[in-house]
């Protein structure tokens, strides 16, 4: 039957269609690395607990809770890896009817889950790499000029990127010097600049074939077109998948 609460799995497509539900499957998707519907409902249902409160998420998810069967939360908690302590005091609550406490803490955990999750994949994404895209062309950056481009490997030089750490997200950093950084804009653009800002952070996730996808911080994916184009798309396919090779 396949695994209920990976991105299109029954549990989640019933839970996301109850309004406010991704407040509750978005740890599901942020631990199971689905990098498009981690951005929908992880990083933005998700990125505020009082957000989430003030807007009225908190009670739609002790409503779902309340809903769930007994088999149904504890499915919920072994797929958020729940210490035993918090899973006894959630279980507590929601024997009560309090099933607004039991949906703070899941809440809390689940937010801090997917700040453990971007930060190990930040990690993991980090070093000196080559972007190879789903063509087989690699991330280029141009020396005399603010502009990159996907180019037929081997890769060489100017192929060869410095992908920072930044705790969580990263910093893509061409190999010449003085610095150049990849940098997104709102309508979809990507160039290079000489200094990294709010527009050249990207936050990685991994997928399921390996691959990396990284999102810029105006909610939109990097992305390959097939005349070795660069831009960023709404959507993550698999124009919007990279390789990350060690150079």
Known sequence: MGNPFSKNGIATKIVEAVPGGGLITAPIHALKGNPDHANRAALGALGSLTASIFGGGLG?????LA??????????LDELKVTPEKKKTITASMKSGNFDKAAEILMEHGKHKISENARQLSAESGGRRCLKS???????????????????????AWEN??????????????IHSPGRFLRAYPNGHVDLVDRPQAW???????NEDGSWSFLSAHGQWLSVRSDGSVCTMEKCDA???????RW
């Open 134 to 156: 789903i063509h087989g062309t690699y991330l280029r950056a141009y020396n005399s000029e603010w502009k990159v481009d996907m180019t037929n490997g081997p890769p060489k």
């Open 161 to 174: 990127w410095y992908v920072e750490d930044w705790q969580g997200k990263v910093v893509f950093k061409a």
């Open 60 to 64: 739609t998810v002790g409503t779902i």
């Open 239 to 245: 124009w919007e998948h990279f390789w990350l090779e």
């Open 67 to 76: 809903a769930t069967t007994n088999a149904g939360r504890e499915k919920i």
């Open 200 to 206: 050249e952070i990207w936050k990685p996730f991994k």
